[in-house]
């Protein structure tokens, strides 16, 4: 059969179109069309065509089909028939098989996840359906599309509480050529994860009070997003750890617990607890005594600044001691008291010092008839006695007294049983008690 090099030819069979062993076609643009199968006996020359050929038939697989090695060279178009596409119609080039059968591309959507909070870009899908070729008739279509599928899933919104929602997919801008058709399966899920969450108890620091410690410090939240705040959260904060009850100065855990959230996924972070000593003072109390030449030991007790919740004394360790010069002074002067010796964990102790002040002894001062100044220890019957304060002097000077002479507080020169350590003074007879002053001063009277 031949339409000539420059006639077209068109040959259609309602069921089967066969080309026998010994038959051939030839033409310009040749189109062959069956409703069936189309069977080519005669091999790889049965059609010739000087621009194109093109050959309908049911499908690749139709009974009966058998394309002897008539290779297109090219895809084949799907979907089509001889009227819903005939030759005019055929934009694609070159040598085409069309078969009737529609060719589908099923688009399906996949699973994806997102946390809760964020908003979902949904993107991701299968394109399944692509056909294959034939060898040495017609090649396999390329499997790719153009454009892309629409989405949509409740889930997608921030706000979406956490669990699985479905994705719809859809056509969207999706196109194929060759005549292939879509269509759609949502099967895919997105799946709201739970946001994290740090609940963090606060740190607590607090001096010792002798109180047990109750409840926390209150909790820092870390992560809460679409402007929620605790109040999303179920239950109420309590706290844990070897922190509630703790008294004694020490560091210790506070644990937080006790809230809940299907959007949140909590993380508990621990605090310290820390326990400070209570600062106090112990103060050695001073001391004054007169001179009596034994030596100064112990001392006067101490007073106590600082214990907390009606504690006392009896809660600290070891006993009170006191060192420092004063231990073993004698002579008049001042000495530091210095307490030492307890102990308590609970407590920061500052030792506070005392003084202790020895102070001189009295002296007698009396006058013979003579007016003559007798020793410190008196004279035998004087026939005057007359009374008078002697204060101290620098060493080495002298003070008048009328017409006699009489030595100053710390000189004790031609004064039997002088002492530097004697102040203050009682006639010997008299009816009045002088004392002398630590002030470097002279006076008399009489």
Do not use: H
């Not at 006639?7 to 066969?18: E, F, H, R, S």
């Not at 070159?94 to 688009?107: D, E, H, K, Q, S």
């Not at 109750?214 to 309590?238: C, P, R, W």
């Amino acid at each position: 059969m031949s339409g000539g090099a420059a006639g077209d030819l068109t040959a259609l069979a309602n069921g089967n179109l066969t080309i026998g062993a010994t038959g051939s076609i030839s033409g310009k643009t040749i189109a062959l069309s069956a409703t069936g199968a189309f069977t080519n006996n005669r091999g790889s020359d049965a059609v010739s065509a000087s621009d194109r050929w093109l050959v309908y038939s049911s499908a690749p697989n139709a009974q009966g089909e058998n394309f002897g090695n008539l290779n297109s060279n090219n895809t084949a178009i799907w979907g089509n028939t001889f009227v819903t596409l005939p030759p005019a119609s055929v934009t694609l080039p070159g040598n085409r098989y069309i078969f009737a059968t529609p060719a589908t591309l099923t688009v399906t959507s996949l699973n994806e996840s997102k946390i809760y909070g964020s908003t979902a870009n949904l993107s991701l899908y299968t394109v399944t359906g692509f056909q294959a070729g034939v060898p040495n008739a017609f090649l396999g279509d390329p499997t790719t599309v153009s454009g892309t599928p629409g989405f949509f899933s409740v889930g997608t919104p921030a706000t979406a509480n956490v669990g699985n929602y479905a994705i719809i997919v859809s056509q969207g801008t999706l196109s194929a050529t060759n005549g292939y058709t879509f269509a759609f399966n949502s099967t895919g899920l997105l799946t709201v994860n739970p946001q994290a969450l740090t609940i963090t108890a606060n740190s607590a620091t607090q001096t010792y009070s002798n109180v047990p410690y109750s409840g926390g410090n209150g909790v820092t939240y870390t992560g809460f997003v679409n402007g929620e705040n605790s109040s999303v959260l179920s239950g109420t904060i309590a706290y844990g750890g070897n922190a509630p009850g703790a008294v004694n100065v020490g560091a210790y855990t506070i644990i937080p617990s006790g809230q809940s959230s299907s959007n949140y996924a909590i993380n508990y972070v621990n605090a310290t607890l820390t326990i400070n000593p209570q600062p106090l003072t112990i103060t050695a109390n001073n001391v004054t005594q007169t001179f009596d030449n034994v030596p100064y030991s112990g001392g006067n007790g101490v007073t106590y600044t600082g214990f907390v919740n009606g504690q006392n004394s009896s809660i600290l360790g070891g006993s009170i001691a006191f060192g420092g010069n004063s231990q073993g002074a004698a002579n008049v002067g001042t000495y530091a008291i210095i307490p030492l010796g307890q102990t308590s964990s609970n407590y920061a102790i500052t030792y506070v010092n005392g003084t202790l002040t020895i102070t001189p002894p009295p002296i007698t001062v009396v006058l013979d008839a003579g007016r003559t100044a007798a020793n410190a220890a008196g004279t035998t019957s004087p026939s005057l006695v007359m009374n008078a304060t002697v204060l101290p002097t620098s060493p080495g000077n002298v003070m008048s007294f009328g017409g006699n002479t009489v030595l100053p507080y710390g000189n004790d020169a031609g004064a039997t049983g002088g002492s530097t350590n004697q102040q203050t003074s009682d006639a010997s007879g008299g009816s009045t008690t002088q004392q002398t002053s630590n002030t470097p001063d002279s006076r008399r009277r009489r």
